[in-house]
């Protein structure tokens, strides 16, 4: 890294040696992470995964260990969805995180889908505590703080609302086989919406707003 010229008409001075040393070192570990774990994705050899390993810590402390080799094997989508019981009787107010068309930069597309995510796994762990024999209850695996929270903000932005029910399904990735033989069939776009890419909806939980 070049160090900028002390004075002139820049104005001010350059960063001190240590400064771009550390700056340098840093960004270099930087790089050499991306790069490792874009490579240390199956196909990859061990020596690939081995390197790409080295560098967990650094992806879980950026929160970039994912969505390398551009979705080529994107597991299934999950969804959120929400029914926001209205407290006059009107019917209830749907949402769905992400949502279809999310406007603005892209980024909030991908910050909803993060949200999505966690609540997934969060279920899945639950889940599997269940499965090891841990009871139902209070601060157990029968609860999920997680749900709670996103009830919670959604009563919070939505008023007039007296209850959230939340649900998760998954949104499948379809097959290029099944792609192209539609596709064929009818002269038109693939519907990526399609019901048959949509799992049932599972119940999460019912949260009252006057109780969170």
């Known amino acids: 890294m070049a160090r ?38 199956p196909p990859s050899s061990e020596l690939e995964r081995r390197v790409a390993d080295l560098f967990t810590w650094h992806h879980g402390l950026l929160d970039q260990g994912y969505a390398y080799r551009y979705y080529a094997e994107p597991p299934p989508t999950p969804v959120v969805l929400a029914a926001l019981h209205r407290a006059d009787g009107s019917p209830d107010v749907e949402i769905r995180i992400p949502e279809r068309a999310v406007p603005g930069p892209p980024m909030r597309r991908q910050r909803q889908l993060a949200l999505a995510n966690a609540l997934f796994a969060s279920e899945r762990a639950r889940a599997g505590h269940r499965h090891e024999g841990e009871e139902e209850g209070e601060g157990s695996a029968g609860e999920s703080w997680l749900a709670r929270s996103y009830a919670s903000y ?10 959230v029910t939340l649900y998760l399904q998954q949104h499948l990735i379809p097959d290029p086989r099944q792609v192209l033989e539609k596709t064929r069939a009818t002269g038109l776009r693939f519907d990526l919406f399609d019901e048959s890419l949509l799992t049932t909806p599972r119940w999460i ?3 009252p707003c006057d109780g969170l």
Not at 6 to 35: D, K, N, Q, Y
Not at 154 to 163: A, D, F, K, V, W
């Open 4 to 41: 900028r010229p002390e004075g002139g008409e820049g104005g001010g001075a350059g960063w001190p040696s240590w400064a771009v040393t550390a700056a340098t070192v840093l960004l270099c570990l930087h790089i050499a992470a991306v790069v490792s774990g874009a490579l240390g994705v």
């Open 154 to 163: 959604l009563c919070r932005t939505h008023p007039g609302t007296s209850g």
């Open 205 to 207: 939980g019912d949260f």
